[in-house]
């Protein structure tokens, strides 16, 4: 008998709703050509669980999420709700489920496609053939550590954070990084301020211990801000990277645009039990809501990502990749990516072409 994988789909604010929709056409074609059931049920996050309910999660929605095999997320906020105590905000709703779901590391791939090398801004040299993996812890640091807040001192407002990180907490995200790296190209770049902050000091001390357990595996150090040069000047010297939250938040958009857009760049929050969480990197561009617009191919890779790491899926996977590259080699392409002689097609259109090269492979 066919298993069938329980998928909560959130499809949040904005473009959220016709993103998603795109990877679900793509993962039903997908059923269609290989015989596998996927159970999709729906949610509500961010800003229209705020409209609908008055939270940003309601415990529906982590209940479903709980008992899911996989959670696919859309996007989350809207500029409307910028005034709201930041208590409630939508993005609190993102962060509580990652906390909630245990989700202590996201997976970045910043790949290049050939077909896409002249949609970057750097030159064709310097960023064809890239394909980093960066490795973000998700559940500590800076976002979540306690005191924070801001309150009055001598007459003056003053605003504080505290970036907070056991060492069980980076031995954990470090392993992960260590354990990427064995699949791929056997080096693994530790990101960290280790000459300014202590948290920094004993993110390298963690390492290095944990090193001589992947004995094939090239370990090396470097401060974020020389990361975020080289990311630029020469991606190529890098494979897997890994990094503690503010960092890996930061750093991981930059090199979404070694590819051209923050529309191609998928991601995973995964977990050492339980469901992880498959989205794409970028926001909700609540400007874009209802355009028929926007790049779904970070949703769609995002939904790749679910098949290889939560259902142990590769072939399936395999297939949505190779449909991709199959569109993008035929010439479409979404609004931020489009160059001359290319075919300008929108979010649904590129959804289609996605899930038609999935039925032809």
């Not at 989205?279 to 400007?287: C, L, Q, R, V």
Request: hydrophobic share 40%; proline share 4%.
């Amino acid at each position: 008998m066919t298993k069938t994988y329980k998928i909560a789909v959130l499809p949040g604010d904005g473009i959220g709703p016709e993103i998603i929709d795109q990877g679900i056409k793509v993962l039903k074609a997908v059923s269609e050509k290989f015989d596998v059931n996927f159970e999709f049920t729906g949610a509500l996050i961010g800003g229209a669980a705020i409209d609908a309910e008055g939270v940003p999660l309601p415990d529906g929605t982590l209940e479903l999420a709980k008992n899911s095999d996989a959670v696919y997320l859309g996007a989350i906020g809207d500029w409307k709700y910028d005034e709201l105590d930041p208590a409630i905000r939508p993005e609190r709703g993102l962060l509580k489920i990652r906390k909630e779901l245990n989700l202590f590391a996201n997976l970045r791939p910043a790949v290049v496609y050939d077909e896409l090398v002249s949609s970057s801004t750097l030159k064709e040299e310097v960023v064809k053939g890239v394909d980093i993996m960066i490795v973000r812890e998700l559940t500590s640091g800076l976002y979540f550590g306690e005191p924070r807040g801001i309150e009055k001192r001598n007459g003056e407002k003053v605003g504080f954070n505290n970036m907070f990180y056991t060492e069980s907490e980076i031995e954990r995200i470090i392993r992960l990084g260590f354990n990427i790296a064995m699949k791929r190209s056997k080096k693994l770049c530790s990101v960290d301020k280790a000459n300014v902050l202590d948290v920094s000091r004993l993110w390298r001390e963690v390492a290095q211990r944990v090193a001589p357990d992947y004995p094939e595996v090239e370990l090396s150090h470097m401060y974020v801000d020389n990361a975020a040069m080289q990311l630029v000047r020469n991606p190529k010297q890098f494979d897997v990277m890994v990094m503690e939250n503010t960092f890996g938040d930061i750093l991981s958009d930059e090199a979404s645009m070694l590819t051209g857009s923050l529309g191609m760049l998928a991601s995973a929050s995964i977990t050492d039990k339980g469901p992880a969480m498959y989205e794409p990197s970028h926001g909700s561009a609540p400007k874009y809501k209802g355009l028929d617009k926007v790049n779904p191919i970070a949703t769609i890779m995002s939904a790749a990502m679910m098949l290889k790491y939560s259902f142990d899926m590769d072939r399936e996977a395999g297939a949505i990749e190779e449909a991709v590259k199959q569109v993008l080699k035929a010439g479409y392409r979404t609004y931020d990516i489009m160059s001359e002689g290319k075919t300008l097609v929108g979010t649904s259109k590129m959804g289609d072409l996605a899930s038609e090269f999935v039925l032809k492979n």
